[in-house]
């Protein structure tokens, strides 16, 4: 099916008959419709590693299920691989802890740096003039 080449709608002619789109253009009308709330915050120190960690902790889990599997089915137990990818679930839980610690303390450095530059100067100091 093919749609009919019209001419370009611009300010002077206006908006075609039937015309949806918002009087802001297609930017507000694509920032409508899309499919999901878009988040407005920036990323904080630490957030890469909590994130790298639950990925680093879910292919443990992972591998911890697939290990523990044959036990309860009475199968052949797997390679002792397996049992060294089951670590990763402890390293992925380290390398997110560590994450919300660097998180943690640079948001304690950012509240002091806020608190200093707002609190008063000590009006008991000399002052230079």
Same mark, same amino acid.
Do not use: H
């Given at each position: 099916?093919? #749609? ?5 709608? &611009?300010? $002077?002619?206006?908006?075609? *008959?039937? @015309?949806?789109?918002?009087?802001? /253009?297609?930017?507000?009308? !694509?920032?409508? %419709? ?12 630490? @957030?890469? !590693?909590? #994130?790298? /960690? ?9 591998? &911890? +299920?697939? %290990?523990?599997?044959?036990?309860? !089915? /009475? %199968?052949?137990?797997?390679? =002792? *691989? ?11 839980? +380290?390398?997110? *802890?560590?994450?919300?610690?660097? =998180?943690?303390?640079?948001? #304690? #450095?950012? $509240?002091?740096? $806020? ?6 100067? @000590?009006?008991? $100091?000399?002052?230079? &003039?």
């Amino acid at each position: 099916m093919q #749609r009919a080449a019209g001419p370009a709608s &611009t300010k $002077a002619n206006g908006p075609k *008959a039937g @015309d949806k789109t918002q009087p802001g /253009g297609s930017a507000v009308l !694509l920032a409508r %419709t899309y499919p999901g709330q878009v988040s407005d915050e920036t990323p904080q120190a630490g @957030d890469l !590693l909590v #994130r790298i /960690g639950a990925i680093v902790f879910l292919v443990g889990a992972v591998a &911890t +299920l697939a %290990t523990v599997t044959p036990l309860f !089915l /009475g %199968t052949e137990p797997l390679p =002792s *691989a397996f049992y060294w990818l089951c670590m990763l679930m402890g390293a992925g839980f +380290l390398v997110a *802890a560590a994450g919300v610690i660097r =998180s943690a303390a640079a948001q #304690r #450095r950012q $509240a002091e740096a $806020a608190s200093e530059a707002s609190a008063p100067s @000590d009006p008991s $100091a000399p002052s230079a &003039t």
